[in-house]
């Protein structure tokens, strides 16, 4: 069984300060990685959150979670990533995702191209930073990116690349994770109409086992190698678990309250039943990388001192 780690998604914080405190604190509790996510909204901007958040820590690896491909060039964002890698003495989890807020894309005035198109575009975006990274000199010529005879400086420490983390709950985007990523990160839900409606009917177990088919297929023979994530959406430390499934079922129609308690996507429950719902996910799914919000961190932590590493 492959050990159990946490990270922790945080987005924003008043002051330097601030945000390093929050660094801290995850490396306190236990937390492995400290996430940054990527939008054009009231947050930090992520390549600097990353390395101010490496700057205050000593073993906290840091990470992108996820960037969206189509705010930056392959060839910069290979440039960024290998200088990061340098400079937080090998911590990086490089994160890297197609994008799905189409109001992200008009307000910056970008083609927001349907999902097929961006998921192609990310596939070429990695193969160009794979290249980067792993210190050969690039010629590459897709149908959306071409780069001609180019090597970047400095190359990461972490070799061929730190982690790349590839998810959502698409059945191409995780095709094109299991392929190529490193960490495949399970999300569970799909959001339509340009990102405004949130789809949920992957939280049910039967739709993660068929996604844990697509992925194991499109593996091969690398998927042993594969770390697997899941996006918990939700953790609530109770004794009185089918009544706050319940409470959330009210806002989550899609779902029955045994598909949210089922789910790996939300932790209900006392503390060791949290740990033996997480046993079970990994016994399962092969879980063993949950990923949460700044919001639960403290709520977590009980289950991480007891989680982590083991």
Do not use: C
């Not at 946490?6 to 801290?24: E, H, I, P």
């Not at 189409?102 to 198109?117: K, N, P, S, T, W």
């Amino acid at each position: 069984m492959t050990p159990f780690r946490f990270g922790v998604n945080v987005r924003d914080a008043s002051s330097q300060a601030a945000w390093q405190d929050k660094a801290r604190k995850a490396e306190d509790l236990g937390y492995s990685t400290f996430l940054v996510p990527d939008h054009l909204a009231a947050m930090l901007a992520t390549i600097p959150a990353v390395m101010s958040a490496a700057a205050a820590t000593k073993h906290l690896r840091v990470g992108t979670n996820v960037l969206n491909n189509d705010l930056r060039h392959p060839v910069l964002l290979a440039r960024e990533a290998a200088t990061m890698d340098l400079l937080t003495d090998g911590r990086l989890d490089l994160g890297l995702g197609a994008g799905y807020m189409r109001i992200e894309y008009e307000q910056a005035g970008l083609r927001f191209d349907r999902g097929g198109v961006r998921v192609e575009r990310l596939a070429e975006s990695i193969a160009i930073i794979k290249g980067l990274l792993g210190g050969s000199e690039v010629n590459f010529t897709g149908r959306h990116y071409r780069v001609t005879g180019h090597q970047i400086h400095p190359r990461p420490v972490q070799r061929p690349h730190p982690p790349i983390v590839v998810g959502g709950n698409g059945p191409r985007l995780l095709a094109l994770a299991a392929k190529e990523a490193d960490i495949v990160n399970f999300t569970g839900i799909t959001f339509t109409r340009g990102g405004t409606a949130p789809d949920m009917s992957g939280w049910r177990a039967a739709a993660l086992d068929e996604r844990m088919r697509i992925v194991r297929d499109a593996a091969g023979e690398r998927f042993d190698r594969l770390v697997l994530s899941a996006q918990v959406q939700r953790v609530i430390v109770t004794d009185r678990r089918r009544e706050a499934a319940a409470e959330l079922q009210q806002s989550w129609k899609q779902l029955s309250v045994d598909e949210i308690l089922e789910a790996p996507y939300a932790l209900i429950g006392s503390v060791d039943e949290m740990v033996e719902s997480l046993h079970a996910r990994r016994e399962r799914w092969g879980l063993s990388y949950f990923v949460t919000f700044e919001q639960f961190l403290e709520t977590l932590a009980p289950v991480v001192a007891k989680l982590s590493g083991k």
